[in-house]
């Protein structure tokens, strides 16, 4: 695999963790999200590596790292998260941002199980806030049977104990989900149908941009990359009209980095297929991927986000985890 943006790297200090979760065992409709991390990085390798938030280019003196991908061979889907956990559990510890590409959005429950130990998080999920970029609400109980489907993992990360869910870019969801986001006091829901209006959608815009600046305490960013208009992201699993354009979740992701009470901790970009006929899904992916790296690395430069100093030769080895299985 090359590295991400195609830079160049060293066995030293990480800042920021590539961690592809090539995840795939709920997915509904379109298949291929298994590939869609590896599609990521081969396409960064062309993205430009000027952000005008930082002024400079990537990597502007921090060091970012691909990490080699999680492999699951776990015979059960609930061994699969948990195996999902270990791998990303040394990367949450404080001392690297983890930048999660996925893969199914599955990937949620097992990133909100390592966060727990993220020390700004300090093992109480209620700290959290998790803005969710999605043309789905993924708030049903179950699918198909299955409660830790793609379609449930907003649903599960209310029921792990997070403190608040902002959703954008909602416009696909059932009866059961919209009595969900009505009547769950955690739950802000900005939809498609109002951020989209040509009438006043300008207003409800600005609207989410200021609830964004005005968060406090952790935060983690997930981009379903179906959050977009289906004609960015044809490859997604499963594509929608009607959605946010690519400078919506830009400026998205640069107000929350810019939050000033706020941290980003973590984020996960999902629901990334491998486009066949052109690169136009991989090549949004990972234009978004590199824009929530800049971000972070200008948080830092402007003292937003502090590093824990970790130790020389910190122990990156995944670690065995026993979660969802045990339930």
């Not at 993924?138 to 198909?144: A, C, I």
């Not at 829901?189 to 600005?206: N, P």
């Amino acid at each position: 695999m090359p590295t991400f943006l195609g830079l160049v790297e060293d066995d030293g200090h990480v800042d920021v963790a590539i961690l592809p979760l090539p995840y795939e065992l709920t997915t509904s409709y379109g298949q291929g999200t298994a590939d869609g991390p590896r599609a990521c990085i081969e396409a960064s390798t062309q993205v430009e590596l000027y952000d005008d938030q930082l002024g400079e280019e990537l990597p502007a003196g921090f060091s970012i790292r691909t990490i080699a991908a999680w492999c699951g061979e776990e015979p059960t889907l609930l061994q699969q998260l948990d195996s999902i956990t270990g791998y990303l559990t040394p990367w949450f510890n404080g001392n690297c941002f983890p930048l999660c590409l996925g893969g199914e959005h599955g990937i949620l429950p097992p990133i909100l199980e390592a966060l727990r130990n993220h020390p700004v998080v300090d093992k109480d999920l209620s700290n959290l806030t998790i803005v969710q970029i999605d043309a789905h609400g993924d708030l049903r109980d179950e699918l198909d049977g299955e409660p830790y489907s793609h379609a449930c993992v907003a649903a599960r990360a209310l029921d792990a104990g997070i403190g608040s869910l902002l959703q954008v870019g909602i416009r696909a969801f059932s009866a059961e989900e919209h009595q969900r986001m009505k009547n769950d006091p955690r739950i802000v829901t900005f939809y498609a149908k109002d951020t989209q209006s040509t009438i006043d959608g300008d207003g409800v815009w600005s609207d989410w941009l200021e609830t964004l600046s005005r968060l406090e305490g952790p935060v983690h960013l997930s981009i379903d990359i179906d959050g977009l208009d289906g004609s960015l992201v044809p490859a997604t699993g499963t594509p929608v009209p009607g959605g946010l354009t690519y400078w919506q979740v830009y400026e998205t992701i640069q107000t929350l980095f810019e939050a000033s009470n706020a941290c980003v901790v973590s984020s996960d970009i999902c629901e990334i297929g491998a486009q066949k006929d052109s690169p136009l899904t991989q090549f949004t992916a990972a234009m978004l991927a590199m824009k929530v790296t800049a971000g972070h690395i200008s948080a830092r430069k402007s003292g937003l986000w502090v590093a824990n100093n970790p130790p020389a030769g910190a122990n990156r080895e995944a670690v065995h985890i026993e979660h969802f299985s045990k339930k």
